[in-house]
């Protein structure tokens, strides 16, 4: 999994059984090369490339996720064999799930991938789900039924990556799943740090903390329409990037520290999730975070605040360390592909129907 932070490659080594019982075995992050992690950044921000050097980074990250499993694998003491399958989302360069010729575009050579592990790779997860209507995401919401539902309780897992989602997990059987993208998570947050401290990230919200939030950015931030579009929904960073962040700064002119600002773009993260908890899930007593964001103790803090006497709590709570939920998610996706299961949840994406997703290349 390479998701909307671009943190690096997680690989989540997995044990999935007919029952549907999920076992994380080990997980490892591996980080990008300087220069693919350039042009990964140059092709997202930008939004224009040639055809080559398209192509050419695809290869070069199905290259580096193929090295990275075989890595991982080899640290184990495992093969090809011991493997039924690899989950590859890939990383997702562009996502527009509506208008008249809806799609998301995810790179990674999965041919690439199968050749240099020999195991059979599932990819390209988001396309069906897209084609019988819906939006291809969020897809991770059904993985979160599956292993954090109970009856005893409604819950909400919050995903805080580059961008925001949340699931809505009703205790009843009878209510549907439902889930979101709510914004952006750590993707403005990370770009302020590194533009101002040249830091990939704000070390547990500490720089953020010691700013003060300025209302009035704050509500030229949230004055976005996404904010008030109807579920079901879905963005990245094709609206929430540096452009974006630029333009709204740009209609204030009073001088304002560097700190305020990631302040105040904390949050709008923690205001953005946080309204849509308690519009969506008014009887919900627990919250669950996950992803990197789950590191953001000074953004925690502020959910928590936010949410008044809800449970905040991390996935770890639950059974599975926030950092590998995504890439488990992957994993139990492929497993559901490999098996010819439906995975997407049509109550979250929209979709006409459930469909077995992802494309299987063979080893």
Not at 28 to 42: A, I, M
Request: hydrophobic share 40%; with cysteine; glycine share 8%.
């Amino acid at each position: 999994m390479s998701g909307t932070s671009l943190d690096g490659i997680d690989v989540a080594l997995t044990s999935l059984s007919e029952s549907g019982e999920f076992q994380l075995v080990t997980a490892q992050t591996f980080p990008f090369p300087e220069t693919l992690y350039r042009k990964l950044q140059q092709l997202i921000v930008n939004q224009v490339s040639k055809l080559q050097d398209l192509g050419e980074i695809d290869i070069a990250l199905g290259q580096l996720i193929g090295l990275s499993i075989n890595k991982l694998l080899a640290a184990q003491q495992l093969d090809a064999k011991d493997i039924t399958a690899i989950g590859s989302h890939g990383q997702t360069i562009f996502h527009s799930p509506v208008g008249e010729f809806p799609f998301s575009l995810q790179i990674g050579n999965a041919s690439l991938i199968a050749e240099i592990t020999g195991i059979t790779t599932i990819a390209d997860f988001r396309q069906r789900d897209i084609a019988a209507g819906g939006q291809g995401a969020p897809l991770v919401p059904a993985f979160h039924q599956s292993l954090f539902s109970t009856p005893d309780e409604d819950r909400v897992i919050v995903n805080i990556g580059g961008i925001s989602n949340i699931t809505l997990l009703p205790a009843s059987s009878e209510e549907a799943v439902t889930g979101f993208d709510t914004g952006p998570g750590n993707v403005l947050l990370d770009y302020w740090t590194k533009l101002q401290l040249n830091k990939p990230y704000d070390h547990s919200g500490e720089w953020a903390a010691s700013g003060i939030c300025n209302n009035e950015i704050l509500e030229q931030l949230l004055d976005e329409a996404y904010f008030k579009q109807a579920v079901p929904k879905s963005t990245g960073r094709e609206l929430f990037n540096q452009q974006w962040c630029e333009t709204k700064l740009a209609g204030y002119k009073q001088e304002i520290a560097p700190a305020d600002i990631q302040a105040t773009l904390t949050e709008l993260t923690a205001q953005t999730i946080a309204n849509d908890i308690i519009t969506y899930a008014k009887s919900n007593s627990s919250v669950f975070i996950c992803g990197g964001g789950a590191h953001n103790n000074h953004l925690i803090s502020r959910l928590q605040a936010l949410l008044g006497d809800k449970k905040v709590a991390t996935t770890s709570e639950l059974g599975l360390h926030p950092d590998w939920v995504e890439a488990g998610a992957f994993a139990w996706l492929a497993y559901r592909t490999i098996n010819k299961k439906t995975g997407n949840l049509p109550s979250v994406t929209g979709a006409n129907h459930p469909v077995v997703l992802g494309a299987i290349y063979p080893a």
